[in-house]
């Protein structure tokens, strides 16, 4: 079953808690937050305080995407609040194996993001140790970009390899995501699809997340 995690970023963020409130009665599976730093990405969003008050508000699981130059200061706490999943980039982590274990030590779900320009070979090193994979589908930093089709055969190539070394990964999708392109990135092996623009651009947040969930290939 396809997870829809529509991201916050999109939001109207003076309405959070009612926004919060709609999307989980729309039907979305998982809350995406977006932390960005003005250093890794060139805009910034929020950090720990407001992630911190949402995890104690939101009644389904938080998928943290840490688009930040030193995810590894966030990772303790994000523990300790349990948090569900939380994502760090590739292209921002030096030390890859101590940071999921820092994430699984607490019992979250620990993920890997990828920029849409990374092979996906270069976490198959790490293949099994991860909970789950974030590809990128456009360059992070911003809501409401085109989507990047080159992440089909990614999908792809990632699928094949985790079913047969890590069969309970989980791939997620970021950016672009709509209805149009949802169907394929089902059929090439996504397990989460993450939409902001594509969601709370529309006034019917319930419509706009069954519609992804729909329409198959
Ligand atoms: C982009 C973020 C995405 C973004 C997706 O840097 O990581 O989560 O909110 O927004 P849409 O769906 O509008 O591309
Ligand atoms: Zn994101």
């Known amino acids: 079953m396809i997870k829809i995690a529509p991201s916050l970023l999109s939001a109207d963020f003076i309405r959070l808690e009612e926004e919060i409130c709609k999307i989980q009665d729309a039907g979305a599976d998982i809350l995406h937050l977006d932390v960005m730093d003005g250093h890794f990405v060139p805009n910034l969003t929020f950090g720990l305080p407001v992630i911190k008050q949402i995890k104690k508000f939101a009644k389904i699981p938080i998928d943290v995407h840490l688009m930040v130059s030193n995810p590894d200061v966030y990772l303790e706490t994000l523990g300790k ?5 939380v994502s760090f980039h590739q292209e921002a982590e030096n030390h890859i194996h101590r940071q999921l274990k820092v994430l699984q030590d607490s019992g979250v779900k620990a993920g890997i993001a990828l920029n849409p320009a990374t092979p996906v070979e270069t976490i198959f090193p790490v293949i099994s140790d991860l909970d789950f994979v974030l590809i990128m589908s456009v360059n992070p930093g911003f809501g409401g970009q085109s989507f990047i089709p080159l992440v089909y055969d990614k999908i792809e190539k990632l699928r094949k390899l985790a079913d047969q070394v890590n069969p309970d990964l989980e791939i997620e999708v ?19 699809l993450v939409a902001g623009s594509f969601v709370f651009g529309s006034a019917d947040y319930k419509n706009q997340i069954q519609s992804l969930r729909d329409n198959h290939v």
């Open 81 to 85: 609040w349990n948090i569900d999943y």
């Open 174 to 192: 970021d950016g672009g995501v709509n209805n149009i392109n949802a169907p394929k990135l089902i059929s090439k092996g996504s397990d989460i």
